[in-house]
């Protein structure tokens, strides 16, 4: 395990591995009764993909202290990191905004490129789905200054990542000239 990963807690580390993932049917979700797969075995029960989310955002992660990290690590974790350390940053992006603002204001746009290819991650872990979600959400709450990298999305680009940056680019200035 890397040092960066210390913060880790056995059911992170347990959601990350996409072996631990069902698609059987054959299950009761202890929390919302859903018998929809994927599902998660966890100590308290088998959860589905939705409430393993909601876990995730609501506790697991929001735990997490990322007050010392810095861009560059933040910036790997949008980059290369597992779906997991993708959402740490992605669902709690105006904080982290806040972090290197204070460290470093004028990096903070490196982060947008890194941000806007989230749009398109394409994985077999099933959180994939929201790793989009979440890179809509903070593209959204970042505004206006990222839609120059959103436009600037060429259609050579994996289509759903295309997609979503049209969407995003929309949904955040629909009547600006370099969105229609």
């Given at each position: 395990?890397?040092?960066?990963?210390?913060?880790?807690?056995?059911?992170?580390?347990?959601?990350e591995r996409l072996k631990n993932w069902s698609k059987t049917r054959k299950f009761r979700c202890e929390t919302c009764r859903s018998e929809t797969p994927p599902s998660l075995e966890l100590?308290?029960?088998r959860h589905c993909?939705?409430?393993?989310?909601?876990?995730?955002?609501?506790?697991?992660?929001?735990?997490?202290?990322?007050?010392?990290?810095?861009?560059?690590?933040?910036?790997?974790?949008l980059k290369k990191g597992s779906a997991i350390e993708r959402l740490i940053v992605?669902?709690?992006?105006?904080?982290v905004m806040s972090i290197v603002g204070r460290k470093d204001g004028t990096k903070v746009f490196?982060?947008?490129?890194?941000?806007?290819?989230?749009?398109?991650?394409i994985h077999q872990i099933p959180l994939a789905s929201y790793v989009r979600q979440a890179a809509h959400e903070a593209a959204v709450l970042v505004g206006e200054s990222i839609l120059s990298i959103l436009v600037c999305t060429k259609e050579g680009v994996p289509?759903?990542?295309y997609a979503n940056a049209v969407l995003t680019a929309a949904t955040i200035s629909h009547d600006h000239v370099e969105v229609q």
């Open positions: 395990m890397k040092s960066a990963d210390k913060w880790k807690s056995k059911t992170i580390q347990k959601i100590s308290d029960g993909l939705p409430c393993i989310a909601k876990r995730l955002k609501d506790n697991l992660l929001l735990s997490v202290d990322i007050q010392e990290w810095t861009l560059i690590q933040f910036a790997e974790f992605l669902w709690r992006f105006e904080e490196q982060l947008y490129q890194a941000l806007a290819k989230n749009l398109g991650y289509a759903v990542q």
